[in-house]
């Protein structure tokens, strides 16, 4: 489906669900008019919006952003929604991208993608204690409910996502994500793929960043390190021993599966 471009962007991610990402348009239309893009992508609370961010604002990129979230302003590009002429270098996060994964394997414009890993028991608590209700909703439809068995199929499509508690919700969308890394590692090369952990980069960011700025060919300064902030590490200290159990049977062993493609 075709999608005209707007002077005036949506401000709101359920505008664009209901305006763009429901109505079946492509969301990475407009991506290779944007050659050797960097898209920046993972499960939601895993940190792609600090990675993207220190990429967009380093030496030998373009900053795009026109509105209050750039992840936004990036969906609103590339699918053709808001006209934007493409001027150097860009990077996109794509944690939106979802479900429409695909899209990435029609793309064929030197591209490069960096998946950001972290610990699902960081990415769990963000999710509930920062998310809304309708957001973990739609994020668990996109990507989690195809792990449901039959039975809870059924009542989910009967009655709604509210059927699933919300720990187990987050379990399965975060499951759901990083299927979608072991897919896209079928399909892309070292040369365009690279895999690193949140945790491992914050900790170990004089070794990492190097490494990171070498895949994407840009130039690297030490001064970066400054925009890797430590904060948010220990933001588990809070999680329940129930909740802390649910995410280690549901999500430990795909995490651990995923860590075996971590390239750093």
Partial sequence: ??????????????????????????????????????????????????????????????????????????????????????????????????????????????????WVLRNPHSVVYSILHNWRRAA??????????????????????RFGAWTVGRPRKACLAFNGKISQLFELKKHFGPDQLMVIDYDDLVQRKNKILPILYRFTDLPYNDHYTKMIHAESLNKTKGQSQKESAIVSNICQPVYLKARNLIDT
């Fill in 136 to 157: 973990l909703n739609r994020l668990f439809l996109s990507c989690g409910a195809k792990f449901l068995d039959e039975k809870e199929k059924q009542k989910v499509n």
């Fill in 1 to 114: 489906m075709m999608i005209k471009a707007n002077s005036e962007p949506l401000r709101s991610w359920k505008a664009f669900e209901n305006q763009i990402r429901s109505k079946g348009h492509c969301l990475l239309k407009r991506l290779d008019d944007f050659p050797n893009s960097i898209l920046v992508t993972g499960c939601q609370r895993s940190g792609t919006t600090m990675v993207s961010r220190m990429i967009r604002r380093s030496e030998g990129v373009t900053d795009f952003q026109f509105g209050h979230d750039d992840e936004l302003d990036a969906a609103l590009i590339l699918s053709g929604y808001v006209d934007h002429k493409p001027k150097g270098r860009y990077c996109f996060q794509t944690t939106y991208v979802n479900d429409n994964y695909d899209e990435y394997f029609s793309s064929q414009n030197g591209h490069k993608i960096i």
